[in-house]
Structures are given as C-alpha cells and as structure tokens.
C-alpha cells in the first residue's frame, strides 16, 4: 500500500459517520462514472455534478430571500432610465450587426 494511499484510509479514520458515508457515496459515483467511460458513454461530469446538485437541494430552505437583495445595486445605471438603457444597448448591437454583417 502507497503512503498516500496510508494517509488517506488514515484521514477517513478520523471523519465521523456522517462524513464517512458522504466518502462513500463519492467513491459510488466515481466507480459508475468510471464504468460509464470505460463502456464509452462519457458523460459531462459538470452536467451530472449539476443535476445531482439540484436533487440534492431541490426541497431545501432557501437561507436567503431574493426580496432581501431589493436596492443591492441602486447606482448601476447611473440615474439612467432603464428603458433607455436597454433601447440604447438594442441600437449598439444592431449597428454591430450592421458592421459585421457580410455584404449579400
């Protein structure tokens, strides 16, 4: 047996139960993405970890409302009105498209 291999059983050693079946469960997932692989269905590890996320925490309590961020930017437009913001940035990306539009 490795030394790093001696250092890591020796860190699960001293994790408590909780933590030591959370070791597990990531172990589980690494041995079915692996096969997974090895029978060449690669999969997209960020889109799994996303989705297992999600049901993970799907019927969680949100800490936070999203009413508490109300005012969190007030400066971010500058006093500028926010419909005109939005025309102007229309009209910039339309004089882009104008530019970059190849000739027919």
Same mark, same amino acid.
């Given at each position: 047996? $490795?030394?790093?291999?001696? %250092?890591?059983?020796?860190?699960?050693?001293?994790? *408590?139960?909780?933590? =030591?079946?959370?070791?597990? /469960?990531?172990? @589980? =997932? =690494?041995?079915?993405? %692996? %096969?997974?692989? @090895? =029978? +060449?269905? #690669?999969?997209?590890? !960020?889109?799994? /970890?996303?989705?297992?996320?999600? #049901?993970? *925490?799907? *019927?969680?309590?949100?800490?936070? $409302?999203?009413?508490?961020?109300? +005012?969190?930017?007030?400066?971010?437009? #500058? +006093?500028?009105? #926010?419909?005109?913001?939005? $025309?102007?940035?229309? !009209?910039?990306? @339309?004089?882009? @498209? &104008?530019?970059? &539009?190849?000739?027919?």
């Amino acid at each position: 047996m $490795s030394p790093k291999l001696k %250092d890591v059983f020796t860190q699960i050693d001293n994790l *408590n139960k909780e933590e =030591r079946l959370e070791v597990l /469960h990531y172990l @589980e =997932r =690494r041995v079915q993405e %692996d %096969d997974k692989v @090895e =029978r +060449g269905q #690669a999969i997209d590890a !960020g889109y799994e /970890h996303l989705l297992q996320y999600i #049901a993970e *925490n799907k *019927n969680k309590k949100r800490q936070r $409302s999203l009413q508490e961020f109300r +005012g969190i930017a007030p400066n971010l437009l #500058a +006093g500028q009105d #926010a419909q005109k913001w939005v $025309s102007q940035m229309r !009209g910039e990306w @339309e004089e882009r @498209e &104008r530019v970059w &539009r190849k000739p027919e």
